[in-house]
């Protein structure tokens, strides 16, 4: 029987394509290749008789990257981003290590390894300065890449995210949201696990067959032991914490109604991270505020990024 997220991919390349972006991958080293979806204006067409791409052309707007969350690849999380932000930015979006055909034989799973090799693609492809948008999973990365590689990011934005998951801060979300691991959370192995996921991480409630959340698990969920240790890599001791200094613009773009991350950690790292640091809720959205109100995100975003824009341009 035809797996109908499967099915459905081609579609969804083609409309990235349509959008100015298309699958690049890129080998960071031996035994790490991450695929990465490029603006389609950067790849330089082979010549006849060739098979291979000959080089990349630099970036003439200014790169954003979109990193995604846990639950699913780059451009399944960011599909609703990518054709609203292309016009004016070139737009990266990556496939986290494990996610998307993104492999290493390399055992370590910390989000500071997943921010170092992001890093090392971003640069393999030309990219001098970013602003990195985060989610969820991909929020983490996007502060690891601000604080390790202030010299790239020039930005952040982040949406229901945290700087980093503490042992408290995962038994009580665990415990408030009735989970007893982060695997069973979001590593679903059933429907019946799927579905609980979908409604704490969405506001309103979603309703899809059977039919498409088993087709859904056997696409989005693959590279099961590794992302389980990713998320076993992704807790720390409380002990350890620690807040780290950001230069960059800061900004904290939430769901009203986050029931995995509510909007009280947000407010708490806004106080944590300083001045730079600015926060907007969006109403009626919960954890998926990218997804469930996409036209909403999408120009809080762009009015953010103007700023950030009309800021360089005064300088």
Partial sequence: MVNLVAAQKPLLHGLMKMAGVRSYPVEI???????????????????KGTEKISHLEKQTKPVV???????????????????????????YVPDLLFFGGSITDKPDRSPTFQAEHLVKGLRKLGV?????????????VAFKMAELYPDLVEAVVV????????????????????????????LPNSVKGLKALLSVAAYKKLWFPDRLHKDYLEVMFTNRKERAELL??????????????????????????????????????????????????????GHLVHLERPCVYNRCLKHFLACLQAEEVDK
């Fill in 232 to 285: 076993e890599a992704l807790v720390i001791s409380n002990k350890d914490a620690t807040i780290p200094f950001l230069s960059q613009r800061i900004h904290l773009l939430w769901g009203e109604e986050d029931q995995i991350f509510k909007q009280e950690l947000a407010h708490n790292m806004k106080e944590q991270l300083g001045d730079n640091t600015t926060f907007q809720g969006i109403k009626k959205a």
């Fill in 29 to 47: 080293e031996p035994g790490t290749v991450m695929n990465f979806w490029v603006p389609c204006e950067t790849i330089k067409k082979p010549k």
């Fill in 65 to 91: 990257v979109l990193v995604h969350g846990f639950a699913a690849e780059g451009i399944v999380t960011w599909q609703f981003q990518v054709g609203a932000l292309t016009k004016k930015y070139s737009v």
């Fill in 159 to 186: 949406s229901g995210s945290i700087l980093a998951m503490t042992d408290s801060i995962s038994v009580e979300s665990l415990n408030r949201l009735g989970f007893s691991s982060s695997s069973e959370l979001l």
């Fill in 128 to 140: 001098e300065k970013c602003i990195v948008v985060g989610f969820s999973y991909g929020g983490m």
